[in-house]
T-cell receptor, first 114, second 114 residues
Framework: SAVISQKPSRDICQRGTSLTIQCQVD?????MFWYRQQPGQSLTLIAT?????????ESGFVIDKFPISRPNLTFSTLTVSNMSPEDSSIYLC???????????FGPGTRLLVL | AQSVTQLGSHVSVSEGALVLLRCNYS??????LFWYVQYPNQGLQLLLK??????LVKGINGFEAEFKKSETSFHLTKPSAHMSDAAEYFC????????????FGGGTRVLVKP
């Protein structure tokens, strides 16, 4: 399976600011996804990052709040904009393998908003 | 819409005892099913998956799961718990009609007592 890294691994931010999270894969992948895991909760899909086109957002998530880029087949970024304490979560990227049915996850970015 | 229900948000087992984590799903098409494990301060690691073929699937770390279509279940078991099994476990179903997006259950936190 692909090796996935995320930067930063954790951060503490002030409300009203924005943070960009990077997801890097060591090989080309077809699909990349971004998830949010709120404290003590399960994972919720934010969006599918599409290479060369706009991301596809799930219900309840909007581009102005979570802009996503995917300039190539190995890299994507998620920005959390105008943060509030409610944005404190773990943000995880995932990718599909060659069979496309299995998702592999990065280590996550732990965000605390004060 | 697909959904996943994990019975029991917390499970406590003694070291050496059977681990049984329950997962029931709903899906309008034959499902792909997954179990992931999340250790403290880490991302998600794939334990095992069912796509097609044999309904009893074996995964890493001695875990296995059985797909039972008639019961819409995919319970995870391990015959003998080890202290290192203490983690959170997530069951997920893949939406094969929508780019293999994952829907996760609420998660089950496993505590292993010595």
């Amino acid at each position: 399976s692909a090796v996935i890294s995320q930067k930063p691994s954790r951060d503490i931010c002030q409300r009203g600011t924005s943070l960009t999270i990077q997801c890097q894969v060591d090989s080309q992948v077809t699909m990349m996804f971004w998830y949010r895991q709120q404290p003590g909760q399960s994972l919720t899909l934010i969006a599918t990052a599409n290479q060369g086109s706009e991301a596809t957002y799930e219900s309840g998530f909007v581009i102005d709040k979570f802009p996503i880029s995917r300039p190539n087949l190995t890299f994507s970024t998620l920005t959390v904009s105008n943060m509030s304490p409610e944005d404190s979560s773990i943000y995880l990227c995932s990718v599909t393998g060659t069979g496309m049915e299995t998702q592999y996850f990065g280590p996550g970015t732990r965000l605390l908003v004060l | 819409a697909q959904s996943v229900t994990q019975l029991g948000s917390h499970v406590s087992v003694s070291e050496g005892a059977l681990v049984l984590l329950r997962c029931n799903y709903s899906s309008s098409v034959p499902p792909y099913l997954f179990w992931y494990v999340q250790y403290p301060n880490q991302g998600l690691q794939l334990l095992l998956k069912y796509t097609t073929g044999a309904t009893l699937v074996k995964g890493i770390n001695g875990f296995e799961a059985e797909f039972k279509k008639s019961e819409t279940s995919f319970h995870l078991t391990k015959p003998s718990a080890h202290m290192s099994d203490a983690a959170e476990y997530f069951c997920a179903v893949s939406d094969r009609a929508a780019g293999n997006k994952l829907t996760f259950g609420g998660g089950t936190r496993v505590l292993v007592k010595p």
